[in-house]
């Protein structure tokens, strides 16, 4: 529970000062065991701070609200309303000197030192693995390393942050670690450094947890999306998922399933390629992540201006069995979650023997789709047909709450609009303070 939020919006209402700290006090008791005497002084205080707070002016201290919420707008639920928001961000970075920036919307980020490249990347633990910190770190990890394998990079090292609620225990911020640094031991990628700090300080009251991990690579040969090409063939490795599988599992009553998430498969996979020769022959990696294989292919396809087309039958069999069975029975579409599989694009007469890498690591590998010159877009061939693939708004609802709140959805053009308008005052404000310091001499 946040309680500045929850003295804001009180306050905002109008209602009395006296009324708020009353309800709020209730509020703290019920998750600290502590007397009226300390949830009231408490309680006094998170208004105080509220009311000295409320209503500054000023660029430091105004946002100009796009009247969108994070939720609304599907952000960070991998459907195109977390492509747009992104597509936000990278307009308030702008043109910057990296060789790989994120105006490209690829796994990683790419910047050219001498005669190697410099890819770092950074992800977020999975929100709702909260309560099983030692899963959050494992797949966490799993998952900024894949995204520095994918850009054709060596990892070097790891950094890791975690931010634990008032009420959260200790222990969460050790299991965290131990799962960030059993992926890490294995692949021997040291985590070298990091953060830990309370979720709002004193003003979020539970347990909850959130963190992420970063990895930072060097490179000699890119595999960016970008250099897509039209007659590249689509390579795709068996995926079993990672954070948003075991997620899925634990939250609909699979929780055996939890175990099939439990591997280095990709990783292994990326490692023998980026130790091979055969990785000048690639021309392009990505891992299926975001909003599952439909985000992924129509991202790679909008990057390089290429047409993409998957053939839908070869994806089935590089499902995990015991994945796809449980997908199958909660009617979650295979094709729009996260499967934590690799995507190789190669040309025609390199495949077989970049597959044959890839064999070897003991990782499955098949052919699922080509590239070809035309309109950017990503198409699903179904019995020999093609049918549109374009990402959805959310990515696959897969757990009950996300069955619930995928139905919810407001007019996309009029959000999209006020977004943009906020993404355009940040940028504002940003050459405001530029010039502020450009002025001062700083």
Do not use: W
């Not at 000699?220 to 995926?239: I, Q």
């Not at 579409?333 to 064999?359: K, Q, T, Y």
């Amino acid at each position: 529970m946040d309680v500045e939020e929850f003295a804001r919006r009180r306050l905002r209402a109008g209602e009395a000062r006296g009324a708020i700290e009353g309800e709020l006090a209730a509020r703290v008791r019920q998750f600290k065991p502590v007397d009226e005497a300390y949830a009231g002084a408490f309680a006094r205080a998170v208004v105080d701070e509220a009311l000295l707070t409320s209503g500054l002016k000023g660029d430091l201290f105004e946002t100009a609200a796009s009247g969108v919420t994070m939720g609304e707008f599907g952000v960070g639920s991998r459907g195109t309303g977390d492509f747009f928001a992104h597509g936000q961000i990278a307009r308030i970075i702008g043109k910057t000197s990296a060789s790989v920036g994120v105006d490209q919307m690829d796994d990683a980020g790419a910047v050219r030192v001498g005669d190697h490249y410099v890819c770092c990347t950074v992800d977020g633990m999975h929100s709702r693995l909260s309560d099983f910190p030692f899963l959050a770190g494992f797949h966490v990890t799993r998952a900024t390393l894949r995204d520095v394998f994918v850009m054709g990079a060596k990892p070097i090292l790891l950094f890791s942050d975690i931010h634990v609620a008032d009420d959260g225990d200790v222990a969460k911020i050790f299991e965290y670690t131990a799962g960030i640094t059993t992926v890490g031991e294995e692949l021997g990628v040291p985590l070298v450094t990091g953060s830990t700090l309370r979720i709002g300080g004193d003003m979020v009251l539970g347990s909850r947890m959130t963190g992420c991990v970063g990895t930072v690579g060097i490179a000699h040969h890119l595999t960016a999306r970008r250099e897509l090409a039209p007659g590249d063939v689509l390579l795709m490795t068996e995926g079993a998922g990672g954070g948003t599988i075991a997620t899925a599992a634990l939250y609909s009553g699979h929780s055996e399933v939890v175990d099939r998430t439990i591997n280095l498969q990709f990783l292994r996979a990326c490692q023998a390629l980026v130790e091979s020769p055969l990785l000048e022959t690639v021309h392009a990696m990505t891992d299926v992540t975001n909003g599952g294989l439909r985000g992924d292919a129509h991202e790679m396809a909008r990057t390089a201006g290429c047409r993409i087309v998957i053939e839908e039958k070869a994806i089935a069999p590089l499902v995990d069995p015991e994945v796809k069975a449980m997908l199958d029975l909660l009617g979650i579409d295979p094709l729009g979650v996260s499967l934590d599989a690799l995507l190789i694009a190669a040309p025609r007469e390199a495949v077989d023997a970049v597959a044959g890498v890839v064999r070897r690591a003991g990782v499955r590998c098949e052919e699922i789709g080509r590239v070809e010159a035309g309109p950017a877009e990503a198409v699903l061939v179904v019995d020999g047909e093609e049918q549109d693939f374009t990402p959805r708004f959310r990515e696959a609802a897969y757990t009950p709450l996300k069955k619930v709140v995928d139905k919810q959805k407001g007019d996309v053009e009029a959000m999209q609009a006020r977004i943009e308008a906020a993404a355009a005052a940040a940028i504002e404000k940003k050459e405001r303070v530029r010039a502020r310091l450009a002025a001062r001499g700083s």
